[in-house]
Structures are given as C-alpha cells and as structure tokens.
Nanobody, 122 residues
C-alpha cells in the first residue's frame, strides 16, 4: 500500500519558518522524483518545489530563495523548509510523487498525500 504522510504544518506569523516532512512507503522512493504542491482556499493546485532522482531541485518563482526542498533516501522522506513566510503562502501543502519522466510543471502525479495546513498570519 502506498502512503505519503505530511506533517509539520501549523500557524505561524509572517516572516516565520516551518519545516514540513513527508514520510513515504509502498514505492521505490530512491528512484522517485518528488514535489510539494499547495492549494490555497478557492484556488487550484500550485507547484512549489521539486527534487529529482539525481538531487536536482526546482523552485517555483514565488518560493525561490525562501523554500528549500530536500530528501533523505534512507528515511524515504522528503522535506520542505519554508522561511520568510508570507500570508499568501497560506494553503494546504501536499507532497506528491511525480509521474516518471515528467517535470513538476506538468502536474502529473502518481500519488499525493492528504496534506497539511499552513496558515501565515499577517
């Protein structure tokens, strides 16, 4: 059974930091490209950052310089360090496994977790 379980969300003041974690099981994590996406109230899914099998990372323009994605292949876990948070970062954050051979902007996921709420107060 495939599982992706996000944690680490919460309420934080503008300018603060949070670290999200996504523990996975049920698929070959080391060979998987992973990403974080988010959905703000009333809006569609927006990709935030991705990390590929070779360690290459990619950030959306809105998170460049503030968010850092990383992975621990021994723990089958992907992380998102979020710094300098803004109210517009408020959303439910999901981790997802990218479909093989695709890039994060294509928005094609094999699996996605249940999400964790991040709320940034002004």
């Amino acid at each position: 059974e495939v599982q992706l379980v996000e944690s680490g969300g919460g309420l934080v003041e503008s300018g603060g930091s949070l670290r999200l974690s996504c523990a996975t099981s049920g698929f070959y994590f080391r060979g998987a490209a992973m990403c974080w996406v988010r959905q703000a109230p009333g809006k569609g899914l927006e990709w935030v950052a991705a990390i590929y099998v070779d360690g290459e990372v990619q950030n959306a323009e809105s998170t460049e310089g503030r968010f850092i994605i990383s992975r621990d292949n021994d723990k089958n876990t992907v992380y998102l360090q979020m710094n300098s948070l803004k109210p517009e970062d408020t959303a439910v954050y999901y981790c997802a496994k990218l479909r093989r051979g695709t890039v994060v902007a294509e928005g094609l996921h094999d699996y996605r977790g249940q999400g964790t709420q991040v709320t940034v107060s002004s």
